[in-house]
């Protein structure tokens, strides 16, 4: 169950800053364990992290959709 804030303060999940992940190619947003090092943040998982240490980095497709070429 999500944390509620008393009173209603702090930050809405749309308020967050979001990056494209360099393996992936999906927007993830900012986390709170990110927060001292969010510049140097590239992927948004170790599974992608894993994935462009072997593979390196791809782009994602024009259109955003895999095979609408």
């Given at each position: 169950m999500a944390r509620?804030?008393?009173?209603?303060q702090g930050t809405?999940?749309?308020d967050l800053?979001?990056?494209l992940c360099q393996a992936c190619?999906?927007?993830?947003?900012?986390r709170?364990?990110?927060a001292r090092d969010?510049?140097?943040?590239?992927?948004?998982?170790?599974r992608c992290r894993a994935a462009l240490r072997r593979d390196g980095p791809?782009?994602?497709p024009p259109s955003g959709r895999p095979g609408s070429d």
């Open positions: 509620k804030h008393v009173n209603g809405a999940k749309g800053p979001s990056k190619g999906r927007p993830f947003v900012w709170r364990k990110w969010w510049e140097a943040v590239k992927v948004c998982s170790d791809t782009a994602p």
